[in-house]
């Protein structure tokens, strides 16, 4: 039970019913919901713009609430969700579904809940006499990479005359602030050897082995970083290899092998240093095998871009801001990646706080509760109470 429930709070549940209605998978097309979204900001009169993918199939949108001045403030989410696939669910994931006071459905934690609060407050904000604006984001292949989050904030920083200075990301955090969180790149690895007998395993180069001698020197390289922070779990970076494929019987030497492999750094990190180091071993190691099987080749592919850390200092604008608006107070850090680093980059004073449990999300049953939700709509009222007084 709801203590001193928010009058939009009602408002802001049905917004989530229909939000999680679109499945809307990382990396598909996010029209379909990102049209409710136009709709629902045409009905309030509120322009704004898409940033869309060069294939037309997927765009991101940013819009201004109030007036053209500087020292506004970004409210940023993601449309899109993880899959269900394989998920035991115990009810229909795309139909938000209230037990207890918990609101399940795909989406409803990670991060449609934070997106609902937000489109619910734009009739109060546009209500507002506002002295500092407030801008909508939301992007879109957030959960395949945060693939769109640096072009948004680049284009919200750039697109207007004025110069926005926060950034909230609704991330689920429970509402707390949080200050920071790991980067993470990943990258493909392939190598090409010599096809065999196996028994001529010392006159072939196998592209299995020679993968091995690869993903075993991250490994050593993890358990030799020295960089630390407790701020997070775990407090180093972490190298992790995550997939592999090669071989096509086992009395047959691999000529080709693919591996891949991710790095999550904290932002103590030189990530720069740390992949060169990589890359150098394995041209040295390349160079050697070649001497063997001059075909040896040993290929590196991003997988996807890297997405910066988020290290808000104890001290930023943000944090003196959200004092005033949140009740939560208490600072804390994740070891997942979101686009606030992205958002941090491009020059805000950038915070994750948004409602419910990260344990929740990427789940079966996800859930976020009708408090957490409350939490938030109240948060974003006395932001437009503090903007219309600015």
Not at 316 to 321: E, G, T
Request: include cysteine.
């Amino acid at each position: 039970m709801v203590q001193h429930k928010h009058p939009l709070l009602d408002k802001t549940i049905q917004i989530l019913s229909d939000l999680v209605a679109f499945d809307g998978l990382g990396g598909e097309s996010n029209l379909p919901i990102l049209g409710y979204i136009k709709k629902y900001l045409d009905e309030q009169d509120v322009p704004y713009t898409l940033i869309p993918n060069a294939e037309g199939n997927k765009a991101s949108l940013h819009a201004r609430i109030g007036p053209a001045a500087d020292g506004g403030l970004v409210l940023s989410g993601h449309m899109d969700v993880v899959p269900v696939k394989g998920q035991d669910w115990h009810t229909d994931p795309f139909v938000l579904t209230e037990k207890e006071g918990l609101l399940y459905a795909r989406g409803s934690c990670d991060m449609k809940g934070f997106l609902a609060c937000c489109l619910a407050m734009v009739p109060f904000f546009k209500e507002k006499d506002l002295q500092t604006p407030i801008y909508l984001a939301f992007s879109y292949d957030e959960e395949v990479g945060c693939l769109a989050g640096e072009e948004l904030a680049y284009a919200i920083m750039t697109s207007y005359v004025e110069k926005p200075k926060y950034a909230i990301i609704g991330e689920p955090s429970m509402m707390q602030p949080i200050v920071g969180h790991k980067g993470i790149i990943i990258y493909k690895t392939t190598v090409h050897g010599s096809a065999g007998h196996s028994s001529r395993i010392k006159q072939e180069v196998s592209a299995i082995h020679t993968a091995a001698k690869l993903i075993l020197w991250l490994e050593e390289k993890m358990m030799s970083l020295t960089e630390t922070d407790d701020r997070f779990v775990p407090n180093h970076t972490s190298i992790h290899v995550g997939m592999v494929n090669g071989g096509i019987a086992p009395n047959v030497i691999a000529d080709k092998c693919t591996f891949f492999w991710d790095v999550r750094q904290i932002p103590e990190t030189n990530l720069e240093a740390l992949l060169n180091e990589y890359f150098d071993y394995a041209k040295k190691l390349e160079a050697e095998l070649r001497t063997k099987f001059a075909g040896t080749a040993i290929v590196h592919e991003m997988d996807h871009p890297n997405v910066t850390p988020l290290d808000t200092a104890a001290d930023a604008p943000i944090i003196a801001l959200l004092s005033q608006i949140n009740e939560r107070q208490d600072l804390g850090t994740v070891a997942y990646a979101a686009e606030a680093g992205q958002f941090s980059e491009a020059g805000f004073s950038t915070i994750i706080c948004g409602p419910g449990d990260i344990a929740q999300a990427h789940r079966a049953n996800e859930f976020v509760s009708v408090e957490q939700l409350n939490n938030c709509v109240v948060m974003l009222d006395k932001l437009g109470e503090l903007f219309e007084k600015q």
